[in-house]
């Protein structure tokens, strides 16, 4: 890969990340970097700090020790909005929607999500506020027509099937413009046709420039889609490199194998 098409640019660093949850330690002395245009998959077994590790990026909750770092900025500890704010998105391993909003509603909320929701009522009735209103129905309806979902824009999202409601999750990600969009578990749950249909389309947003950190299971979504892999166990670092390497390593299929025969 070549840095001169910025591939070999880190856009998100972790540095000696841990959190605790009482003795739990979900997250410890965690250090990966995230390059741009990459999708990087995080994988690991139950309960290895996946989760909490993307919560911890997106301002959620705190560290108790480590950095993280976006484009430079530290953004270790800031408020879930003003990460947003520096282009981090997510969607969520159960996807949330609201039941009486159709789908248009629901990614409105994600542009306005980007004016930390003070600015539009300020300029209400505005020619300003007009304007950024119909930039903001334009942007939703070319995020729709992208992930396939503008014939359904008047419909109740939670009562798409649930390989679009993850596509309006997505749409709702993508309408706050991220640099880096963060996926946890986006395929769980789905039918071959929906996950294969879901990898096409994370394809497609990559292309479109950003960046994306997934966490999967599914270990042929993961080896097909992504071009850089990082396993955690325990929450630490257990062995990271693209998908050729990360396949048969002793340690990933030892730490896979291990918490198989001990759920068994
Ligand atoms: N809010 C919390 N309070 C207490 N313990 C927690 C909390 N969140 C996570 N944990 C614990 O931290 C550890 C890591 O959990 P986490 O959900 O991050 O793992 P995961 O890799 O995402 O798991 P899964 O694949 O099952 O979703 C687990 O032992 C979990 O029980």
């Known amino acids: 890969m070549s840095s001169e098409k910025g591939y070999d640019t880190a856009i998100l660093t972790v540095e000696r990340l841990s959190k605790a949850f009482g003795g739990v330690k979900a997250v410890n002395d965690l ?8 999708i990087h998959a995080i994988i690991g077994p139950n309960g290895a700090g996946k989760s909490t590790l993307f919560n911890l990026i997106t301002g959620v909750i705190a560290p108790n020790e480590g950095k993280i770092k976006l484009f430079n900025h530290d953004i270790t500890s800031l ?8 282009g981090v998105s997510r969607t969520f391993q159960n996807i949330r929607l609201f039941p009486d909003m159709t789908v248009f509603e629901t990614v409105l909320i994600g542009t306005y999500l980007l004016t930390g929701g003070k600015l539009l009522p300020a300029l209400f009735r505005s020619n300003e506020f007009r304007k ?6 334009d942007r939703i309806k070319e995020i729709l027509q992208f992930v396939g979902l503008w014939d359904m824009r008047n419909e109740y999202a939670a009562k798409l099937s649930y390989g679009n409601q993850r596509r309006v999750e997505i749409a ?10 963060l996926l946890d578990e986006p395929t769980a749950g789905m039918n071959q046709k929906e996950t294969k249909e879901l990898m096409q389309l994370f394809s497609q947003v990559n292309q479109q420039g950003i960046t994306i950190l997934i966490i999967a299971h599914d270990m042929h979504l993961v080896n097909t889609l992504s071009n850089q892999i990082t396993v955690i166990n325990f929450g630490e670092k257990l062995v990271e ?3 050729e390497v990360i396949q048969n390593h002793p340690a990933v299929v030892e730490a896979y194998m291990g918490r198989a025969e001990a759920n068994a």
Do not use: H
Request: net charge positive; aromatic share 6%.
């Open 132 to 137: 950024r209103e119909r930039q903001a129905k």
């Open 172 to 181: 709702r990600a993508l309408a706050t413009n991220p640099r880096l969009l």
């Open 79 to 86: 408020r879930p909005d003003k990460i947003a704010q520096y």
């Open 31 to 38: 250090s990966f970097s995230v390059t741009q245009n990459a």
């Open 241 to 243: 490199g693209p998908p």
